[in-house]
Antibody, heavy 122, light 107 residues
Framework: QRQLLESGGGLVKPGESLRLSCAAAGFIFSDYYMSWIRQAPGKGLEWVSYISESSTYIDYADSVRGRFTISRDNAKNSLYLQMNSLRGEDTAVYYC???????????????WGRGTLVTVSS | SDELTQPPSVSVSPGQTARITCSGDALAKKYAYWYQQKSGQAPVLVIYEDFKRPSGIPERFSGSRSGTMATLSISAQVEDEGDYYCYSTGSSGNHRVFGGGTKLTVL
């Protein structure tokens, strides 16, 4: 069964750092693009970042570019999000998601984790 | 612009057809996808590539796209209440874009 399990969320102060992890199981992790998506309390979904199978292609939403870094370890079937210089507006549930599709047809998210809550507050 | 615009809310009675629209320039060239999210749960894909239903999604869910607008249609049941998000790849092919979400009420 395809599964994604996020961890690493918690309460941090503005300006601090946090590293999220996502453990994949039930599929060949190294065959897929992966993404992080977040949802602030009571708000909609916001895509944060994606990474290609071999980490060749990476992109970020403008709201996190320069502060967040996505990475993966295919040997460990794991995806990561290093979050630095955190702000109150980064408070959200962070989901990791598997991508499916192609550059011509577009990419979408077919498997999601349950999410991990990050709270940034003094 | 890569923005996708949805109505904030739609309300129907059980058995009626709920139609949720999504508009944006990116839809002129890219497929539309739809996610359902119930309270406290992760999103679930209900329509992909404009009109296709993943395995396990009831036939009462359907989708279409024309020009810069996509539409999700649901022959609504009470259990379909929740938030629905349209999604597409941005016109550049790199960014991933969600609509603002539509709250569906069935009562």
């Amino acid at each position: 069964q395809r599964q994604l399990l996020e961890s690493g969320g918690g309460l941090v102060k503005p300006g601090e750092s946090l590293r999220l992890s996502c453990a994949a199981a039930g599929f060949i992790f190294s065959d897929y693009y992966m993404s992080w998506i977040r949802q602030a309390p009571g708000k909609g979904l916001e895509w944060v970042s994606y990474i290609s199978e071999s980490s060749t292609y990476i992109d970020y939403a403008d709201s996190v570019r320069g502060r967040f870094t996505i990475s993966r370890d295919n040997a460990k079937n794991s995806l990561y999000l290093q979050m630095n210089s955190l702000r109150g507006e980064d408070t959200a549930v962070y989901y990791c998601a598997r991508e499916w599709g192609s550059s011509s047809a577009g990419w979408y998210f077919d498997v999601w984790g349950r999410g991990t809550l990050v709270t940034v507050s003094s | 612009s890569d923005e996708l615009t949805q109505p904030p809310s739609v309300s129907v009675s059980p058995g009626q057809t709920a139609r949720i629209t999504c508009s944006g320039d990116a839809l002129a060239k890219k497929y539309a996808y739809w996610y359902q999210q119930k309270s406290g749960q992760a999103p679930v894909l209900v329509i992909y590539e404009d009109f296709k239903r993943p395995s396990g999604i009831p036939e009462r869910f359907s989708g279409s796209r024309s020009g810069t607008m996509a539409t999700l249609s649901i022959s609504a049941q009470v259990e379909d209440e929740g938030d629905y998000y349209c999604y597409s790849t941005g016109s550049s092919g790199n960014h991933r874009v969600f609509g603002g979400g539509t709250k569906l009420t069935v009562l």
